[in-house]
């Protein structure tokens, strides 16, 4: 499975943006899957996560009510939808995806929200 991930830039506070990660290879044996952060200086943390399904989801607090999580398995891409952004969102974003056997990673896109 390989992912990548796209949408990322630069965006004022209060705006909006929305990550696409975009999975190929055997992604039928793709599980849950997730958004990561890391911002310069910091570990990386959980954004979000989703559910096989789509119907199961968690959020960090502190992009709760901001953000939005979300699945089409049709298409085999997950997406995080971004508003509210505050300059404390600027890090590099990854998506995750969890298989039976492997945690796959990828290569991250960045997103840098201006005061």
């Known amino acids: 499975v390989q992912l990548v991930e796209s949408g990322g830039g630069l965006v004022e506070a209060g705006g909006s943006l929305r990550l696409s990660c975009a999975a190929s290879?055997?992604?039928?044996?793709?599980?849950?899957m997730g958004w990561y952060r890391q911002a310069p200086g910091k570990q990386r943390e959980l954004v979000a996560k989703?559910?096989?399904?789509?119907?199961?989801?968690n959020y960090a607090d502190s992009v709760k009510g901001r953000f939005t999580i979300s699945r089409d398995n049709a298409k085999n891409t997950m997406y995080l939808q971004m508003n509210s952004l505050k300059p404390e969102d600027t890090a590099v974003y990854y998506c995750n995806a969890r298989t039976l056997a492997y945690l796959i990673w990828g290569q991250g896109t960045q997103v840098t929200v201006s005061s």
């Open positions: 290879g055997s992604t039928f044996s793709i599980n849950a």
């Open positions: 989703i559910s096989s399904g789509g119907g199961v989801t």
